[in-house]
């Protein structure tokens, strides 16, 4: 119904920047929130960053003044900047989209995840 795919992660050393992207397709007219989780080993899956439609943004503590999330609704895609990474930052990052609008009107009131991307970093 919805997928998503994300692209952008690697290794970088710590201090270094990257930035993760990910498209959603499928039988789409809007989507409530897109944003990012991420889990590193051993962890559970935590939030990272998420901006709904009207651009609310919700920010985890962890990455605030060092992550920026932002997202193009017309096309359905969420980007994240990743600055100043640290070797704690390194998790599989998965894309999210919640609450998604279908043709007809209809509200699918679900989350979708993407199968995630790797962001390494070196110390």
């Known amino acids: 119904q919805v997928q998503l795919v994300e692209s952008g992660g690697g290794l970088v050393q710590a201090g270094g920047s990257l930035r993760l992207s990910c498209a959603a397709s499928?039988?789409?007219?809007?989507?409530?929130?897109m944003g990012w989780y991420r889990q590193a080993p051993g962890k559970q899956r935590e939030l990272v960053a998420s901006r709904t439609i009207t651009g609310t943004t919700t920010c985890a503590d962890s990455v605030k003044g060092r992550y920026t999330i932002s997202r193009d609704n017309a096309k359905n895609t969420v980007h994240l900047q990743l600055s100043s990474l640290t070797p704690e930052d390194t998790a599989v990052y998965f894309c999210?989209?919640?609450?998604?609008?279908?043709?007809?009107?209809?509200?699918?009131?679900?989350?979708?995840w993407g199968k995630g991307t790797l962001v390494t970093v070196s110390s």
């Open positions: 999210n989209a919640y609450g998604v609008w279908v043709p007809g009107s209809r509200f699918v009131d679900m989350n979708f």
């Open positions: 499928g039988n789409i007219s809007s989507i409530n929130g």
